[in-house]
């Protein structure tokens, strides 16, 4: 019998964050581990009319980049490159693609060479580059969950019991209220943010951890409510390319394509990465930033809403969307924002503002530990 709760997520993200229609093309992409989920997007899919395209993977593959241990050991340079050409047309001509965390093995990749991840990574741009592209124009409704799996559950420090009730409980589908209507009203609450934060220019962001300062100056704050992630819970936009100033560390541990980067700190000038530091796997850190230019600036400066989600995870999705913590990514920015960055990579660095913390906005205090008090 499936869990009750899997079945709410499947119909919340068809009916709500995907809002697949007749005759939409969508594909789900997953490991083996989410097949619940996969199976109950399916029928959902099937139901309204849509068709269903499933790119499933085993234990620790990416479906699109490739990239597990075996292909980075094995494969030769002229395959590292190739492009991933089925992802790509289905990113042009497809209506939705929602994709499943669901790793059973999310270190699989711990050992491998940075420079042939970056590689890869280069060679697979233009899937994200499209996703963000037409994304931003309304064309193509991506969204991105995850299914709580043993994999997840360890990074987590918790049990899969633990880990699915944390998990569920972040998307509201683990109870009788209406988890639609619950996101409805993250969409109200944080339109009011997003207005308020309109027409802006100068912020200034105080931490503990956090002395930075950044223009939004003619950028778009974007209100995440359910319809890209799930969980959600945040307003982002795509600060000034250069107009990041600062040093900030980063106390959230990170895990990216497997590899797990501690204790990062940054230094901004004119909104380029000058300087940086990592007390775990500086390598990699490192080596992703020397991705392309693009890697060395910031694509997307956030602020997590969802007071469900308090504990780190070690998974991007979740933490970023801590309420009471900000996050800053590392290259690609999304376009719809008017952030002009463009890189392979997207990599998002959480730090918490839960504690003695300020955000500024044109001199204005805007938040304060943890809370938006506009």
Aim: proline letters at 4%.
């Amino acid at each position: 019998m499936m869990d009750p709760r899997t079945e709410r997520m499947a119909t919340l993200l068809i009916q709500y964050s995907a809002s697949i229609r007749p005759g939409d093309r969508v594909l789900i992409e997953a490991e083996t581990a989410a097949e619940p989920l996969v199976r109950a997007l399916f029928e959902r899919t099937l139901e309204v009319g849509g068709h269903p395209f499933l790119a499933i993977s085993f234990a620790g593959q990416d479906t699109y980049t490739g990239f597990d241990d075996s292909f980075l050991r094995l494969a030769s340079d002229a395959q590292v490159d190739q492009a991933a050409v089925w992802h790509e047309k289905a990113y042009e001509e497809f209506a939705s693609r929602i994709r499943i965390y669901s790793s059973s093995n999310t270190r699989i990749l711990m050992q491998s060479d940075p420079a042939r991840l970056a590689r890869r990574q280069r060679a697979v741009a233009k899937v994200l580059r499209t996703q963000m592209e037409r994304g931003g124009r309304g064309e193509f409704r991506w969204v991105t969950t995850i299914f709580p799996t043993l994999g997840h559950a360890h990074d987590s420090d918790m049990s899969l019991s633990e880990f699915e009730a944390y998990v569920f409980g972040g998307c509201h589908v683990d109870g009788e209220a209406d988890p639609v209507a619950h996101w409805q009203e993250v969409r109200a609450r944080q339109d009011q943010l997003v207005a308020a934060l309109a027409g802006r220019d100068q912020v200034e962001i105080r931490s503990p951890d956090c002395d930075l300062t950044l223009s939004i100056r003619d950028r778009t704050f974007v209100n995440a409510c359910g319809t890209h992630n799930m969980p959600d819970g945040e307003i982002f936009t795509g600060p000034v390319e250069s107009s990041v100033d600062g040093r900030v560390r980063f106390s959230f541990p990170l895990i990216h394509k497997g590899h797990e980067v501690q204790g990062v700190e940054l230094k901004f000038e004119k909104g380029q990465v000058v300087a940086w530091s990592a007390e775990r796997n500086q390598e990699y850190l490192e080596q992703m930033l020397q991705t392309d230019p693009g890697a060395r600036y910031l694509g997307e400066f956030g602020v997590g809403t969802n007071a469900a989600l308090q504990k780190p995870t070690r998974n991007i999705l979740l933490d970023e969307k801590i309420g009471g913590t900000i996050h800053l990514a590392l290259g690609a920015g999304y376009p719809d924002t008017g952030s002009h960055n463009k890189s392979a990579i997207h990599w998002d660095m959480i730090c918490d503002m839960r504690r003695d913390s300020e955000i500024r906005v044109d001199g204005e205090v805007v938040y304060r530990d943890g809370d938006f008090t506009i």
